[in-house]
């Protein structure tokens, strides 16, 4: 197989492997991989609003909203009305919320330190630049196709 074959097998081996062995290590604190980026978007700085959340975290705004329904249950996350918006959201972590960031990212430490000793020196900078690279270019082409068509027609057999 040529490259262009194997690079998106390559990429999904790659993310299911680091999810499946985030959401083991994070199990103990009764947080998923997903959630914990929510919860590291969070933790980088204040509070956003709900859609602004799911645009940084490249997700789904159903999905964000549902992982954030769990995260306030667990007092990790705090949701208010927006200040200037009554119609928006505005999400932020609770000291609780730190706290347990803290501790999934010292979980997390040796997944990093593992990824990044399987590179050559700088090679962590060149992949996180082609990751963005083709992150971003896979999105303007999401956004340029027509969406698919759905036959709403249905086959009665008899």
């Not at 927006?82 to 501790?103: E, I, K, M, N, Y």
């Not at 050559?120 to 060149?126: D, F, I, R, T, V």
Request: aromatic residues 4%.
């Amino acid at each position: 197989m040529s490259a262009q074959d194997e690079l998106p097998l390559a990429l999904r081996a790659a993310y299911l492997t680091l999810h499946r062995l985030s959401d083991a290590r994070f199990a103990e604190f009764g947080v998923t991989a997903d959630q914990f980026v929510l919860l590291a978007t969070l933790a980088r700085g204040q509070a956003l609003t709900q859609r602004e959340l799911a645009v940084r975290m490249t997700s789904d705004p159903s999905t964000v909203r549902a992982m954030l329904v769990l995260l306030e249950k667990s007092q990790l996350v705090k949701r208010d009305t927006h200040p200037t918006d009554a119609r928006a959201r505005t999400v932020c972590l609770t000291a609780a919320g730190r706290r347990v960031f803290q501790q999934l990212w010292k979980a997390g430490d040796s997944l990093r330190a593992s990824m990044i000793q399987s590179l050559q020196p700088g090679e962590a900078e060149l992949l996180v630049d082609f990751l963005r690279r083709l992150s971003s270019s896979l999105n303007s082409e999401r956004l340029t196709e027509d969406p698919p068509t759905i036959n709403t027609a249905v086959e009665v057999r008899t």
